[in-house]
């Protein structure tokens, strides 16, 4: 699958929103000693966000690689540039040519 430049653009904003979301949720983190109110609860939903962001990323981080390789990039390289295990590349890789298959 090679990503268009609307499918670039819905990722680029979607990083966006998740690296603003886990900002927050650090901020949320870190400001938890100066509002005890209820802070075991802050904690939880910080902590969900920062998941949330991670997983999202490390999607939209698979499906660049993806299409660096559709490009034609090595393997090797995107890993490099990607800053991925080259065996991480690879995996990812020969999973999203599994879920290509009809």
């Known amino acids: 699958?090679?990503?268009d430049d609307r499918e670039r653009e819905r990722c680029r904003?979607?990083?966006?929103a998740m690296a603003a979301g886990a900002i927050a949720a650090a901020m949320a983190l870190a400001d938890t000693?100066?509002?005890?109110d209820q802070p075991d609860r802050q904690v939880l939903e910080a902590?969900?966000?920062?998941?949330?962001?991670?997983?999202?990323?490390?999607e939209t981080q698979q499906a660049l690689i993806n299409a660096a390789l559709d490009a034609g990039v090595s393997a090797r390289g995107t890993a490099v540039a990607a800053g991925r295990p080259l065996a991480t590349v690879q995996k990812?890789?020969?999973?999203?040519?599994?879920?290509?298959?009809?």
């Open 1 to 3: 699958m090679v990503m």
């Open 13 to 16: 904003v979607s990083c966006e």
């Open 33 to 36: 000693e100066a509002r005890p």
């Open 47 to 58: 902590l969900k966000a920062l998941a949330t962001a991670q997983t999202t990323l490390t």
């Open 92 to 102: 990812w890789r020969k999973n999203a040519k599994k879920s290509d298959l009809p």
